[in-house]
């Protein structure tokens, strides 16, 4: 292979242009490179829902390897790509993360990935959750780069800003011609907040500054063709300073050729970012980039092949390119090679989750959560209060009024018609409890006011649509607002008049400074009064710089910082209660729309399920994407 620095190379180094891609694009072919990517695994390895206790058909990389290895079959040129965040979000994770000392063997992520052969990864925020000493020793045997271009450690080396990867294509004469793929990486820069113990040992900075820096560098090393591994949304197409979904303002960039987006666990290309400016949703392009985001937990796998062509001074373009998001289907069976890789760490895992905690006198699913039902939530909430009083207790802040913040982590969504909790009645496993909270944060409390209060579910209210009355089977949702970010606070009541437009817009800035959703609020059936003190316990999270109600909140004095893990009080609020009864009656409620009904999607297994409010709500059936739709009478 001929060394790209000599000057003989016969590659454009320049930002290649990419041409439409033919509707009856032509299979790949030995002048074809075809990039594979997955993103945001979150530790799903293996195509099993840890949490419900059974297996799932359509996530696990196990079963996404069988898609790879079809893909990379044939006379193209291939390499696979990861875009971080595959460290954290299971109850795998979680054990791994807690064994004390160095692993007594490879990490079974990275262990995965080496027998994939894995070319390049990028590191994603949640791989630092664990701190950056376990990251380390995690990444410490991976076969390939991990790459964090915008990321400074204070101590220590960096990780790797790029790569460069070689590879061959064979013209149709037979002769074989080098290629050089150059990979940059990129994390949102928020990380270092929303993981605060990380502020003193690393910096993230913005993607697009860094990239603006390393990018001709890149070029200048002879690579033919930049990728950059963005664990990024997609976002808009105008530059922000610290942009944490920048792929769009990214793909814009010149020296850039091909993006891999991820982070928002959404799928691209596809129908819903039709219409916005400066994104082909049918063809795959970002600013005019291939680009491609995989979905979540090995639920897609990224495909994009670019074919180049001779042109007339010698050299190779680009001349045709087709990306997709293949989904994982139940057909596809489970790759032994990844399996095998994961079995100790997968036993293990069932056993500590077997573990006995307590007994619950009533299920705890989200399936109503969005609409005030949800005793599960309840259960995390008192959980979070009782620690607070106790930390609490023989402080002057002692007898403050306690209250709790937290969301229905699993309520559909992106993760589909099967991402809710479903805990029936009977044994609380520690299963159960990771269902109800799944995340490594810590409690934190802050003091705050009666207006702050308010402010805090103004934001919340965010995730309903306007509902004019007497309107029928309006959409409730705003699909736009994550349900995860809806906080339901427990130790106040209020209502929600969906009549009233959204004060806020789903990512908190403020669209409305007239508009008040909340109604009757009240502590102990009093009115809440604007300057009332308040200790409201929520998680670490939360309260980072960057988040949806920190704005709020960000000058308020924090009472307890980065406590005990969430899911540690949880259990021990449970054992100590031994049956877990909580009150049927919920804390909050739509304000009465008489004549008006909603619509909203929920689980299936809603269906079959005794219905809190049988006189207003009502089971309408399953729509195209598997989630059952439910009538709620306002």
């Given at each position: 292979?001929?060394?790209?620095?000599?000057?003989?190379h016969?590659?454009?180094?320049?930002?290649?242009?990419?041409?439409?891609?033919?509707?009856?694009?032509?299979p790949?072919?030995?002048?074809?490179?075809?990039?594979?990517?997955?993103?945001?695994?979150?530790?799903?390895?293996?195509?099993?829902?840890?949490?419900?206790?059974?297996?799932?058909?359509?996530?696990?990389?196990?079963?996404?390897?069988?898609?790879?290895e079809?893909?990379?079959?044939?006379?193209?040129?291939?390499?696979?790509?990861?875009?971080?965040?595959?460290?954290?979000?299971?109850?795998?994770?979680?054990?791994?993360?807690?064994?004390?000392?160095?692993?007594?063997g490879?990490?079974?992520?990275?262990?995965?990935?080496?027998?994939?052969?894995?070319?390049?990864?990028?590191?994603?925020?949640?791989?630092?959750?664990?701190?950056?000493?376990?990251?380390?020793?995690?990444?410490?045997?991976?076969?390939?780069?991990?790459?964090?271009?915008?990321?400074?450690?204070?101590?220590?080396?960096?990780?790797?800003?790029?790569?460069?990867?070689?590879?061959?294509?064979?013209?149709?004469?037979?002769?074989?011609?080098?290629?050089r793929?150059?990979?940059?990486?990129?994390?949102?820069?928020?990380?270092?907040?929303?993981?605060?113990?990380?502020?003193?040992?690393?910096?993230?900075?913005?993607?697009?500054?860094?990239?603006?820096?390393?990018?001709?560098?890149?070029?200048?090393?002879?690579?033919?063709?930049?990728?950059?591994?963005?664990?990024?949304?997609?976002?808009?197409?105008?530059?922000?300073?610290?942009?944490?979904?920048a792929?769009?303002?990214?793909?814009?960039?010149?020296?850039?050729?091909?993006?891999?987006?991820?982070?928002?666990?959404?799928?691209?290309?596809?129908?819903?970012?039709?219409?916005?400016?400066?994104?082909?949703?049918?063809?795959?392009?970002?600013?005019?980039?291939?680009?491609?985001?995989?979905?979540?937990?090995?639920?897609?796998?990224?495909?994009?092949?670019?074919?180049?062509?001779?042109?007339?001074?010698?050299?190779?373009?680009?001349?045709?390119?087709?990306?997709?998001?293949?989904?994982?289907?139940p057909?596809?069976?489970?790759?032994?090679?990844?399996?095998?890789?994961?079995?100790?760490?997968?036993?293990?895992?069932?056993?500590?989750?077997?573990t006995?905690?307590?007994?619950?006198?009533?299920p705890?699913?989200?399936?109503?959560?969005?609409?005030?039902?949800?005793?599960?939530?309840?259960?995390?909430?008192?959980?979070?209060?009782?620690?607070?009083?106790?930390?609490?207790?023989?402080?002057?802040?002692?007898?403050?009024?306690?209250?709790?913040?937290?969301?229905?982590?699993?309520?559909?969504?992106?993760g589909?018609?099967?991402?809710?909790?479903?805990?029936?009645?009977?044994?609380?496993s520690?299963?159960?409890?990771?269902?109800?909270?799944?995340?490594?944060?810590?409690?934190?409390?802050?003091?705050?006011?009666?207006?702050?209060?308010?402010?805090?579910?103004?934001?919340?209210?965010?995730?309903?649509?306007?509902?004019?009355?007497?309107?029928?089977?309006?959409?409730?949702?705003?699909?736009?607002f994550?349900?995860?970010?809806?906080?339901?606070?427990?130790?106040?009541?209020?209502?929600?008049?969906?009549?009233?437009?959204?004060?806020?817009?789903?990512?908190?800035?403020?669209?409305?400074?007239?508009?008040?959703?909340?109604?009757?609020?009240?502590?102990?059936?009093?009115?809440?009064?604007?300057?009332?003190?308040?200790?409201?316990?929520?998680?670490?999270?939360?309260?980072?710089?960057?988040?949806?109600?920190?704005?709020?909140?960000?000058?308020?004095?924090?009472?307890?910082?980065?406590?005990?893990?969430?899911?540690?009080?949880?259990?021990?609020?449970?054992?100590?209660?031994?049956?877990v009864?909580?009150?049927?009656?919920?804390?909050?409620?739509?304000a009465?729309?008489?004549?008006?009904?909603?619509?909203?999607?929920?689980?299936?297994?809603?269906?079959?399920?005794?219905?809190?409010?049988?006189?207003?709500?009502?089971?309408?059936?399953?729509?195209?994407?598997?989630?059952?739709?439910?009538?709620?009478?306002?």
């Amino acid at each position: 292979m001929r060394n790209a620095a000599s000057g003989d190379h016969m590659f454009d180094r320049k930002t290649m242009q990419m041409p439409a891609t033919a509707a009856d694009d032509p299979p790949p072919d030995g002048m074809t490179l075809r990039i594979l990517a997955t993103s945001d695994l979150h530790m799903h390895l293996l195509p099993y829902d840890y949490l419900a206790d059974r297996p799932s058909d359509r996530i696990g990389l196990a079963r996404t390897a069988s898609l790879i290895e079809a893909r990379r079959t044939g006379p193209h040129a291939s390499i696979l790509l990861d875009n971080g965040d595959f460290l954290q979000g299971g109850p795998m994770g979680d054990l791994v993360a807690r064994r004390s000392g160095p692993f007594a063997g490879t990490h079974p992520a990275i262990a995965a990935m080496n027998a994939l052969g894995y070319d390049a990864a990028a590191l994603g925020n949640h791989d630092f959750n664990f701190g950056l000493p376990f990251l380390r020793r995690a990444v410490a045997r991976a076969r390939f780069p991990m790459l964090a271009a915008n990321l400074t450690v204070r101590r220590g080396a960096d990780f790797a800003a790029t790569c460069v990867i070689e590879r061959e294509l064979t013209d149709p004469q037979g002769n074989r011609l080098p290629l050089r793929i150059g990979v940059i990486g990129f994390l949102p820069p928020q990380t270092e907040e929303w993981d605060q113990d990380l502020r003193a040992v690393m910096r993230s900075d913005d993607i697009l500054d860094c990239a603006r820096r390393l990018v001709p560098r890149l070029r200048a090393q002879g690579v033919d063709l930049v990728v950059a591994l963005a664990h990024s949304g997609i976002g808009g197409p105008e530059p922000l300073p610290r942009m944490e979904h920048a792929a769009h303002a990214l793909a814009a960039l010149p020296g850039i050729d091909v993006l891999i987006a991820g982070h928002t666990h959404e799928v691209f290309p596809g129908p819903r970012w039709r219409g916005r400016p400066g994104i082909d949703a049918d063809r795959g392009t970002l600013a005019g980039k291939p680009a491609v985001m995989p979905g979540f937990g090995g639920s897609h796998l990224g495909v994009i092949d670019l074919r180049f062509a001779p042109r007339a001074d010698g050299g190779l373009a680009v001349d045709r390119f087709a990306v997709r998001a293949e989904s994982v289907t139940p057909a596809m069976p489970t790759a032994v090679l990844v399996a095998r890789q994961v079995a100790t760490a997968h036993k293990a895992t069932l056993r500590q989750l077997s573990t006995r905690i307590g007994r619950t006198a009533q299920p705890l699913n989200s399936h109503f959560a969005v609409i005030g039902h949800d005793c599960g939530l309840r259960l995390v909430n008192l959980a979070q209060r009782w620690h607070v009083r106790q930390r609490l207790a023989g402080t002057p802040d002692a007898d403050l009024p306690v209250l709790s913040a937290s969301a229905p982590y699993r309520a559909g969504g992106r993760g589909g018609p099967q991402h809710y909790t479903d805990v029936p009645a009977g044994t609380l496993s520690l299963r159960h409890l990771a269902d109800l909270y799944s995340f490594p944060n810590r409690i934190t409390a802050i003091r705050l006011t009666g207006a702050q209060l308010r402010g805090w579910l103004e934001r919340s209210a965010s995730l309903f649509h306007r509902v004019q009355p007497g309107t029928r089977d309006a959409p409730l949702l705003n699909p736009e607002f994550p349900a995860y970010n809806f906080d339901v606070i427990d130790g106040v009541s209020w209502r929600i008049d969906l009549s009233a437009p959204a004060r806020f817009h789903p990512d908190g800035r403020l669209a409305d400074p007239n508009a008040h959703r909340i109604r009757d609020l009240t502590w102990q059936t009093r009115p809440v009064a604007d300057d009332q003190a308040f200790v409201l316990a929520t998680n670490s999270y939360r309260l980072a710089s960057c988040g949806l109600f920190s704005p709020l909140v960000s000058c308020n004095r924090v009472i307890l910082d980065r406590d005990a893990l969430t899911l540690d009080v949880l259990r021990r609020y449970v054992r100590q209660l031994r049956r877990v009864r909580i009150p049927a009656r919920p804390n909050w409620a739509f304000a009465p729309q008489p004549g008006t009904t909603v619509l909203f999607e929920t689980a299936p297994a809603a269906l079959d399920r005794p219905l809190p409010e049988p006189d207003r709500l009502q089971g309408v059936g399953l729509n195209e994407d598997r989630f059952a739709v439910m009538r709620l009478s306002l």
